[in-house]
């Protein structure tokens, strides 16, 4: 008997799922398999369907029940997560500090089969974090990963006291993978997400030791090499911005802001040296200033109040105070520290700036920072979609430079379409 198939959008099968039903291609006239049922469908799959240009999946009509309660299982999650209370309970608002201050956002999809760690993994799930199951067995480790390795559809943490061990393990995945083989589209997304995990760990490094040399020193030689990165085909930039974070954590944000400010001065045709260079740095120091702040208040879980926004606001002119005996540090740089929450209207600050009085490179950090703020998941409030952001941007048109605004529209167009 013929097999009869139904069609199923790529949208509906849940990254870091199981779907318990076979899934197929269609190719011409021929149905193919593709995953096997009880099978992880991770972001690697779903990139690569994205960009083979797949956007239907099929099933065997037999399965239709376990695919309609499959669905019915990832909406009840769904559900889940949109309806968690905000965290305004002290004991809650303890157990977000410890998150926050303790442990480190990683990107799940490196922790492959054949993996051995020396670190504890952790998943968060909205204000708690709980070991992978694999971890639990064995409390004191090593740990060796096998193709059934637990993942979680939130967000995959270790402990801060292992980021050397996590960057060790970075390191030689990077000089493990690829050698002089040519690049292909699966090579480049893993060395997309090494690199920005390593990026983000000296960053981190930086908000924690904000004074030293050499760590800025170790920044600049990272950024740098990330600015190659997407130097190397415009395929790259939009890989990098693909690799989701679920939260706003201020190593993350600053990342995003280099990453951007990149891709934005290079659609406006600025020269890879030294103005990429510039930018990269510029970007990942822009917050440094927060290092200067408690903490508690730059990760409060709930919308900050005026007097709590205007102490928050004093993290430009710390971070100048911090950056600017550095002998290291061209003005360039400084530039993006101290004027990327100006504004072209005069309504930005410290020093509420006007026009011309804002550098390039100030201009090109100001309208990247509020889009990459806008566009991430904060406990107060949902992130806005690339779209749904830029139209706010776009509306406030006095604040921003249009031909860098319309440049930025234009560069993020690929990823929007994609989302």
């Not at 099968?13 to 992880?40: C, E, G, M, T, W």
């Not at 995959?156 to 292992?162: G, Q, Y």
Request: charged share 25%.
């Amino acid at each position: 008997m013929e097999k009869d198939y139904l069609p199923v959008p790529l949208r509906n099968i849940q990254v870091n799922s199981y779907p318990d039903f076979d899934l197929y291609l269609k190719q011409a006239d021929n149905f193919v398999l593709y995953r096997k049922a009880s099978y992880r469908f991770s972001q690697e799959h779903l990139d690569n369907l994205i960009d083979s240009r797949v956007d239907l999946l099929y099933l065997e009509r037999r399965d239709l029940k376990r695919f309609e309660n499959y669905c019915k299982k990832i909406h009840a999650e769904s559900a889940e997560d949109e309806e968690a209370r905000p965290i305004t309970h002290p004991v809650e608002v303890a157990h977000y500090h410890d998150i926050m201050e303790n442990y480190f956002a990683v990107n799940g999809s490196l922790l492959l089969s054949g993996l051995e760690l020396e670190f504890p993994v952790f998943c968060r799930r909205q204000n708690r974090t709980r070991l992978f199951p694999e971890f639990e067995q064995n409390p004191e480790g090593p740990w060796h990963l096998d193709e059934n390795v637990s993942h979680c559809n939130k967000e995959v943490m270790i402990k801060m006291e292992d980021l050397g061990k996590y960057q060790a393990l970075l390191q030689k995945l990077f000089e493990g993978g690829g050698g002089g083989a040519p690049e292909n589209g699966k090579r480049v997304r893993q060395k997309a997400i090494i690199l920005k995990e390593l990026s983000k760990i000296m960053i981190q490094e930086m908000l924690a030791d904000p004074r030293s040399g050499e760590k800025i020193k170790n920044l600049r030689n990272m950024v740098n090499t990330t600015v190659d990165f997407i130097m190397e085909n415009e395929s790259s930039f939009y890989t990098l911005m693909r690799i989701h974070a679920f939260d706003f954590y201020t190593y993350v944000h600053s990342l995003n802001v280099c990453t951007l400010c990149v891709g934005l001065g290079s659609a406006i045709g600025l020269f890879r040296s030294p103005d990429l260079e510039l930018l990269a740095l510029g970007g990942s120091l822009h917050d440094i200033g927060k290092s200067q702040l408690d903490p508690k208040l730059i990760n409060k879980p709930e919308e900050l109040n005026e007097s709590e926004y205007e102490v928050v606001k004093t993290h430009v002119n710390r971070g100048v105070e911090l950056l600017k005996d550095n002998p290291d540090l061209p003005d360039e740089v400084l530039s993006i520290v101290s004027q990327h929450h100006e504004r072209l209207s005069g309504n930005g600050y410290p020093n509420g700036l006007k026009g011309d009085e804002i550098s390039l490179y100030g201009q090109i950090s100001s309208i990247v920072d509020v889009y990459d703020a806008l566009t991430t998941d904060r406990p107060y409030r949902k992130a806005l979609s690339p779209f749904d952001a830029l139209k706010i941007i776009a509306k406030t048109e006095d604040d921003f430079e249009q031909t860098l605004m319309k440049k930025f529209i234009l560069m993020l167009g690929s990823q929007i379409v994609s989302t």
